[in-house]
Each structure stands twice: as C-alpha cells, then as structure tokens.
C-alpha cells in the first residue's frame, strides 16, 4: 500500500464549487504539506502543517484552506474555485530524523476547474 | 529574484551515457538542504538524492551523484549509464534552514530525454 495517498485522484469542476483535496499518511510524519504544480513553475508550496495544532501558510495560500484532522490526514479546500486553479496539487509528508531529509510524496489530484 | 535556477529546459543524452543537469541555488543561510526528485510521464515525485550544506561528500545513489559546489553555489545531478527509463523531468529543490517549517523551493525542472 502506497505511504501517502490522494483522493480523487482526479477532479473536474466548474467554478465556484467548493473542493476539497483529501490526503492520508501512514508515515507517521508530524510535517505535512500541500504543493500545486503548474506547467514551467515547478512546485510552490500552498500550505503546511507541524502537527494538527500547526498550520502556516506557504507562498501561495490565498483561495486555499486546510485542515489537520488527525497525524495522518492532511486536507486542502478551495471554497470557490477558479480556473486558475486548474493544476496538479501535491501532498507531501517529510522526514528528518537520524540527520535524513526526506519529502514523501503522494500520486497527485490532478484538478480542472471550468 | 529566483531561489532555484535551472537554466536547461531541456535535455538529450544518449542511452548509456552520463548526463549532468544544472542547478543553482541562492540563500543566504549557512545552513540548508538541497535535493533532486525526477517525476515521470506518470506524474509522481520520486526523491532522488539528498545534500545537506555542511556534508564535505558529494552525496550519491546508485546511478545518481550530486557535485556539490558550495562556492559557486551549484548542486548540479550526475546520471551516470542513463536508461530509457531515466527519461522524465528533474527538479532541484532547496530547503532553507532547519527552523521555519523546512520549506522547500523548487525550480521549474528540466526535462530529459534519453535516445535509444
């Protein structure tokens, strides 16, 4: 079974929806993130979290909001979604005991938004 | 001004042969990490390799190898005997500090095709 997972995996929606993004760790990693990825951007960085009393925007929050349930459950929402939201988001868990720095990434939620 | 730079969209190599990808990285931390992941036509990040800022060692694994060049402020990724498979995008990352969340900024990738 895959360590971090993304649900849907793919989402088309029309705008002013509101969506939400769920992601799930088995890890057990404190630090968890959300990254959008758009054509010739790379990754930037939307939001992230410590632990679930810990939530820090990132770069590009605006439109966006999350939610720390549990350890293990990261979710993103956009509460009314645009066009220019259309992208492939990322979740991300990380590691950095023993002197290791390691991001775990889940498969992607690839979002459309019309 | 950019964090990461990679300056080559994209690039050709022959199967078998090595490849080097640039990057360059700006931060005024003594302390920072820097990273390669390569994501496939498929669309998943896979972590590559790992340069913490104070390693004297040029990081490696397997095939991969990174030439850390702190001065010129480089972290450019060796793949070496490349294969079909190797073709995919690459990004280098940065992580800047250990406090503050241990953000990560990427570049905006290179692609990589390997010729059979």
């Known amino acids: 079974d895959a360590d971090v997972t993304q649900t849907p995996r793919n989402r088309i929606t029309k705008t002013g929806k509101r969506i939400m993004l769920e992601c799930s760790q088995t890890?057990?990693?404190?630090?968890m993130y959300w990254y959008r990825q758009d054509p010739g951007l790379g990754l930037r960085l939307i939001y992230y979290?410590?632990?679930?009393?810990?939530?820090n925007k990132g770069e590009i929050s605006d439109g966006y909001s999350v939610s720390r349930q549990a350890q293990a459950k990261f979710s993103l929402s956009l509460e009314s979604a645009i066009p220019n939201q259309t992208a492939l988001y990322f979740c991300?868990?990380?590691?950095?005991?023993?002197?290791?720095?390691?991001?775990?990434f889940g498969p992607g939620t690839r979002l459309t938004v019309l | 001004a950019q964090k990461i730079t990679q300056t080559q969209p994209g690039m050709f190599v022959q199967e078998k042969e090595a490849v080097t990808l640039d990057c360059t990285y700006d931060?005024?931390?003594?302390?920072?990490?820097l990273f390669w992941y390569k994501q496939p036509s498929s669309g998943e990040m896979i972590f590559l390799i790992y340069?913490?800022?104070?390693d004297e060692q040029n990081a490696t694994e397997g095939r991969y190898s990174l030439n850390f060049q702190k001065a010129r402020k480089s972290a450019n990724l060796v793949i070496s005997a490349s294969q079909l498979g190797d073709s995919a995008m690459y990004f280098c990352?940065?992580?800047?500090?250990w406090g503050g969340g241990f953000k990560t900024i990427f570049g905006a990738g290179t692609r990589l095709f390997v010729k059979a």
């Open positions: 890890k057990g990693h404190d630090r």
């Open positions: 979290s410590f632990d679930v009393k810990d939530i």
């Open positions: 990352a940065m992580r800047e500090g």
């Open positions: 340069q913490g800022s104070y």
């Open positions: 991300a868990t990380r590691d950095h005991s023993g002197g290791r720095d390691t991001q775990y």
């Open positions: 931060t005024s931390d003594q302390s920072y990490g």
